[in-house]
């Protein structure tokens, strides 16, 4: 905990924002650091509360009192050190985490939670210009060999903490660069790519090999991963998008969000764009689907200066507050209003997609599109809707952004090479126990296994499929589970 009375004296204070019009001119992050003594103020927010729900709502585990203690003494090394026993990355969710342990802390029952988030941003932003953070390599090598297929989130934590015990870690990314999602999925105005290299260069140090360009299953022969390693940990992700197969789908002008987003990500970088350019400049853009990556679509097309932007979903308007159907310390379903929102977006919700209509020459002008009205259960789901007669309209559109989440990892190639099983949701079937798949030196960790996630569940997947690895490799661990309170 921090101060006793902290909650009582101290508002939550969150970090000022660069002005909406100015920061939709470029790439950046834009959020400006607290105060040194503001965080301190916020870690002393932190309550004694006996039970501290924040680390259950939390899919790390992260040991939130007791770095927040540390914070508000000022001993930022030690915060650190609490910090990295749990999450090898809290730079990445310091940043991009929609922070599930906040929503579960004691103080949000009535008041507005810690600022767990931006305090553990603070932590390793501080360790790292202080100089806490060095490559720490194993000592002694194990002399076990594994492949790591999928640079996201998942494949790096898994591969850190294998790393850790001595195995020889190689990581296959068959994109140019390292990162998944963290490097072509999330925009770089809330995901710097210098913070990603950061890391990635930490990690080589510390001697993982990373092997870029690299499909297994393509360029790189299945049997030669399944002779040269002792295991294999699939972390390729959740891939293939959810589609909108309605009529007009074919007009040019409707695509899948996550090619728009790379493409983006690959300017700011200075990477080549092999494919045709989608833009948003000077154009009337809707996006369909209403999560985080929704809201990127938004961010990114108001930097490219798109003529309008608008955001809908055919489910109903979330509440702005919690209700009796989402009670304290489960995570709430509410309405998000973004940084992207506020750079200017219409917003609709209860809105169902009739057909995209395409013009003499195939290209996008319009959606054709109707009000719906939903039943909702005893539980306050929406389970059934009907469409409102009367409000069937045509919305002026050149370019549809479908960000309706993702389905389950691509089978073709790697995958169906392998032979390993899938469940009923058509992800790799592997126990949440044993991470395991069908084939004994054959593990799953993250969404290629659990499905869509958050990042901070990727990364625990990663973590606890090393866990697994190690023991089928040596027979034991020295890899600390989430649940275990571990930190020097």
């Known amino acids: 905990m921090g101060k006793v009375t902290g909650f009582q004296e101290y508002d939550r204070v969150a970090p000022t924002k660069e002005e909406a ?26 309550m004694d509360c006996g039970v501290p729900f924040c680390q259950s709502g939390c899919p790390l585990g992260n040991v939130i ?91 790096l934590a898994a591969a850190a903490q294998l790393n850790k015990v001595g195995h020889e870690v190689t990581v296959f990314e068959r994109d140019d660069a390292p990162g998944g999602l963290l490097r072509y999925g999330i925009p770089d105005f809330k995901l710097q790519k210098n913070v990603v290299d950061r890391r990635i260069d930490l990690m080589k140090e510390e001697g993982i090999i990373f092997k870029c360009n690299a499909n297994v299953g393509e360029n790189v022969e299945i049997g030669t991963l399944l002779r040269d390693f002792s295991a294999i940990v699939l972390a390729g992700g959740s891939t293939i998008p959810r589609d909108l197969p309605i009529d007009g789908r074919s007009a040019k002008g409707v695509h899948f969000a996550m090619d728009f987003l790379k493409q983006q990500n690959k300017r700011v970088a200075s990477r080549p764009v092999e494919v045709e350019d989608i833009m948003a400049t000077g154009k009337n853009v809707i996006v369909i689907g209403g999560g985080d990556t929704g809201s990127d679509c938004i961010g990114t097309s108001n930097r490219h200066g798109a003529k309008s932007v608008m955001q809908f979903e055919i489910m109903p308007m979330p509440p702005q507050a919690r209700n009796e159907h989402m009670p304290w310390p ?43 009205e939903w039943e909702i259960d005893a539980n306050g789901r929406p389970v059934t809707f009907k469409e409102v007669a009367g409000t069937e309209r045509d919305l002026p559109c050149e370019l549809v952004l479908l960000a309706m989440g993702f389905l389950h990892p691509q089978k073709e190639g790697l995958i169906e090479k392998l032979g390993v099983e899938l ?51 040596m027979g034991t661990t020295k890899l600390a589970s989430k649940d275990a309170v571990a930190y020097a």
């Open 21 to 46: 019009a100015t920061r939709v001119k470029h790439y950046g992050e834009f959020l400006n650091e607290l105060p040194s003594k503001e965080l301190n103020n916020q870690a002393a927010r932190c």
């Open 65 to 155: 009192p007791e770095f927040n203690d540390a914070v508000y003494q000022g001993k930022w090394e030690l915060a650190a050190n609490i910090l990295l026993s749990t999450n090898n990355f809290p730079e990445f969710t310091g940043r991009i985490c929609p922070a599930p342990c906040e929503s579960a802390c004691v103080l949000g029952i009535n008041r507005p939670p810690v600022s767990i988030e931006e305090i553990e941003k603070h932590i390793i932003e501080i360790a790292f210009e202080k100089g806490f953070i060095k490559a720490k390599a194993p000592l002694i090598r194990t002399g076990k060999k594994v492949a790591v297929i999928g640079s996201g989130p998942a494949g």
């Open 330 to 372: 489960n995570y709430p379903m509410l309405l998000k209003n973004t940084s992207s929102h506020e750079e200017g977006a219409q917003r609709a919700w209860s809105v169902n997609t009739k057909n995209f209509i395409a013009d003499e020459k195939g290209n996008l002008k319009a959606l054709k599109v109707v009000d719906v």
């Open 423 to 473: 469940d009923n949701r058509g992800n790799v079937k592997a126990s949440e126990h044993t991470y395991q798949t069908n084939i004994a030196k054959i593990f799953a960790a993250g969404d290629v296994r659990r499905g869509q996630s958050l990042v901070v569940w990727a990364i625990s997947e990663g973590r606890e499929a090393a866990r697994k690895v190690d023991e089928y490799l």
